[in-house]
């Protein structure tokens, strides 16, 4: 194939193409090719030097994604979060670092009422629950005493319990202990298990406005080794 580039080059030379048209062609008449085929062939050289654009459906595909991941950020640069207060951070870090919740049950329905609060408050971070029931031993009789119906009644309470935590699927166990007293009983469980929240229902107010918090919870309140919260229904 004759470099026509190099004649164009040479005829604009000499004067200019109009003007030496005759040279032009007496050059393509000597090499044996059209001056039709000549620009043909141009034409299909340059196509595959530069070829044209063609869509894809992968192309197409890719370029939505691009377009999506960009809109998404830039609505988030838009838009950023609400800044909150440190203590209001610190609020959220210390209730998603409850783990485990012990929950003290008498079998009341205020006692259960405080098992449910206690699902819901360790449902976001899948919480252990420990419902514990807690036999008062009298000082009269040894801590290992026979005390066979204190038993059933502590089995059952805590079957109850452990039945409203299954339905809220949170991992969960049962422990019946034996104290001289209650609170004792519920805050050397808490030292033991490394509780990190103590969950307990109160009964309603029936008597005296003084006397809302009984023995037992006001001990938890003093001494527990962890937070504390106490849930008093209103009749």
Known sequence: MVDYSQIIKNVNSIGGLQKNLSVLKLLIDRSGTSLDDEIAWRKKEEESVNP????????????????????????????????ISL???????????????????????????????????????????????????????PLNANMEKAETIAKEAVDRGTGIVQHSNLPFRARVERARNVGEGIIRLAKEEDADLIVMGIRPITGQPEKIIGRTSEAVLRRAPCEVILDRRVE
């Open 52 to 83: 044209a654009p063609q869509l894809t459906v992968l192309g197409i595909l890719l370029a939505v994604v691009f377009c999506g991941c960009m809109s998404t950020i830039l609505w988030w640069m838009l838009h950023p979060p609400a800044q």
């Open 87 to 141: 203590s209001a951070a610190k609020a959220r870090v210390a209730i998603s670092a409850i783990k485990k919740i012990i929950v003290p049950t008498t079998g009341t329905s205020y006692a259960e009422r405080a098992v449910e609060l206690a699902c819901r408050l360790g449902e976001k971070q899948n919480a252990e629950i420990l419902v514990t029931y807690v036999i008062e031993i009298p000082f009269t009789l």
